[in-house]
């Protein structure tokens, strides 16, 4: 007899059993292990939605990450995915937009008639995200769409002072007046000053 652990992501449960391992995690052999790293992966990396989804407590996630080596390098391997994941699913929202349902005042989804079939259906509108986009660029074509660094002008902040002490010096010589520079550089800190 298979034992049997099921993972539930958008409402839909799936049945993992031990001699059918997820395939991307085949060589972990506990199907706890198994179910949790599929969740994490098909929850685009988040570990509360994915302890939901495999019904496993977030303790025992890292309760594994601390005894079992391979279960550690596993969900490495599973970040990666769930990273490639969201990054694959950004883009195509970026590129093909998402599909969001308006509404009226009274809280009722939008209704209009469809000119290919004739029949009432639920008005929606496509979104794209732009910003999205950019980032790929970015990440992609770093030396084009990338900015560059501004221009940082590489002064100590001991340099910075000297030139303003040697403004004041002059401003003050030019004025006929002489200063004590060194009680004006003493050993006094600000918490020794009332």
């Excluded at 839909?12 to 995690?25: G, K, L, N, R």
């Excluded at 994490?40 to 988040?46: P, R």
């Excluded at 004025?175 to 550089?185: A, Q």
Aim: with cysteine; net charge negative.
């Amino acid at each position: 007899m298979d034992n049997h652990y099921g993972m539930t992501i958008n409402g839909e449960t799936t049945a993992i059993t031990e001699h059918e391992p997820t395939s991307h995690f085949a060589t972990i052999s506990h199907i706890k292990n198994r179910a949790f790293l599929s969740a994490y992966v098909e929850c685009a990396g988040v570990l509360r939605a994915a302890c939901r989804a495999s019904k496993i407590a977030h303790s025992l996630h890292y309760y594994w990450l601390r005894t079992d080596p391979a279960y550690a390098d596993a969900f490495e391997y599973a970040k990666t995915l769930a990273r490639d994941m969201f990054e694959s699913d950004a883009i195509e929202r970026a590129n093909k937009g998402m599909l969001r349902a308006k509404f009226d005042k009274n809280g009722n989804q939008l209704e209009w008639i469809n000119p290919e079939t004739g029949k009432k259906e639920k008005y929606v509108e496509r979104h794209f995200y732009e910003p999205a986009s950019f980032f790929h660029l970015k990440a992609m074509k770093p030396e084009k769409y990338v900015e560059a660094p501004k221009n940082v002008t590489n002064v100590s902040i001991h340099q910075q002072s000297q030139q303003k002490l040697d403004s004041i010096l002059a401003l003050a010589d030019e004025f006929g007046v002489t200063l004590d520079t060194d009680s004006i550089f003493s050993d006094t800190t600000i918490g020794d000053i009332e």
